[in-house]
């Protein structure tokens, strides 16, 4: 099978026709053998119920129908478990992406070679209340991940060699960073492409101002799950040798000061609390990175390490 298509959906019944028929023509049209796979996120409204009726007349759609509503990451997820295709797109349902692009992203996929292609919209329709905190999510994700060729990290409009897909883990609301995600899992052969974008012809946004916060705590957690994940100790024993050797110091210093300099008071200067304060800190963090070890060994998934290619077996 050529391309997978992964469509989360929450409450999306007045777009899901037009979508589906436009994905059946683009897919006729050029020949391709698909596969759409529609992940119904708890929707309250007839998503569920349209997906079931097209699925019926096109054995190529199929349907997921969560119970309740999991967020887009975890409908990625299920998604991404379920597909076949060589190349997976994943679109969003509300016509903001556009199915004509599918084409020349899976050419950027399985001729020219690339892991993950993202769109980029180039020229967007959403409010200003979006656009500018997008800019400086962006910006501060390219720093954190050294991605430096991605302008739109969050395009619902991607493309994905499978086993990209097969790879990852996408979790909470993580669908930000997949870029980031397959890179840190060995997948950098990461491009993108300008993308037609159109504004929301029906309903409204799904996500609304705290996605910029949980947005951030994302992406911490994913720097750290990155790149300290199997080896917290390196980043919690660090900063605690820093912070206990400064207070050490600094009480060695208080101590010369009274003893050889005969200066009273010690205990009344503001750096001896300080002193007290980070060797305290400092112990605590070696106490983070020693449970941090002790739990890291004891996950499942230890000694997984993605492994591209065996021969001779
Ligand atoms: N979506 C979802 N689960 C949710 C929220 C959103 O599956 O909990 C889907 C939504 O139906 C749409 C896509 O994710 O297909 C993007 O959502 P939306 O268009 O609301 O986001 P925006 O374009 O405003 O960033
Ligand atoms: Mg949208």
């Known amino acids: 099978m050529n391309i997978s298509i992964v469509i989360p959906l929450f409450n999306e019944e007045e777009s899901l026709p037009e979508l589906f028929s436009w994905i059946e023509k683009v897919m006729t049209e050029n020949n391709f053998s698909y596969e759409v796979i529609a992940v119904d996120d708890g929707s309250k409204d007839n998503s569920w119920k349209v997906i079931k009726e ?11 129908h969560f119970q309740r509503n999991y967020g887009k990451s975890a409908a990625l997820q299920v998604g991404f478990e379920a597909v ?29 070679g690339f892991d993950l292609v993202s769109g980029w919209k180039k020229k967007r329709y959403d409010p200003l209340s979006k656009t500018i905190p997008t800019k400086l999510f962006n910006f501060a994700t390219r720093k954190v991940s050294d991605i430096n060729n991605l302008h739109d990290f969050n395009c619902g409009l991607k493309a994905y060699k499978k086993e990209v897909v097969k790879n990852i883990e996408v979790y909470g609301e993580m669908h930000r960073y997949i870029p980031v995600i397959a890179k840190w899992s060995g997948y950098d052969k990461i491009t993108e492409k300008a993308v037609q ?35 917290p100790m390196h980043l919690f024993g660090t900063l605690g040798i820093l912070s206990f050797l400064l207070g050490v110091f600094i009480l060695i210093y208080l101590t010369i000061t009274k ?28 106490v983070a990175g020693f449970l941090g070890e002790l739990i890291a060994r004891n996950g499942a998934d230890r000694n997984h390490y993605n492994i591209g290619e065996k021969v001779g077996f």
Do not use: C
């Not at 097209?54 to 997921?64: A, D, Q, R, V, Y």
């Not at 349902?93 to 199915?99: E, F, R």
């Open 54 to 64: 097209f699925s019926l007349k096109n054995p190529n759609i199929k349907g997921i």
């Open 84 to 112: 076949q295709g060589d190349v997976v797109i994943t679109m969003d349902a509300d016509l903001q992406d556009s199915p004509d692009e599918i084409p020349d992203l899976y050419k950027m996929i399985s001729v020219d």
């Open 259 to 286: 003893t050889v300099f005969g200066v009273v008071g010690m205990t009344n200067r503001p750096i001896f609390y300080l002193g007290i304060l980070t060797i305290i800190v400092g112990a605590q963090l070696f």
């Open 197 to 231: 974008h159109q504004e929301r012809k029906y309903g409204k946004t799904k996500f609304g101002l705290e996605r910029f916060v949980n947005g951030f705590l994302d992406l911490m957690s994913i720097t750290f799950v990155g790149r300290f994940g199997k080896r």
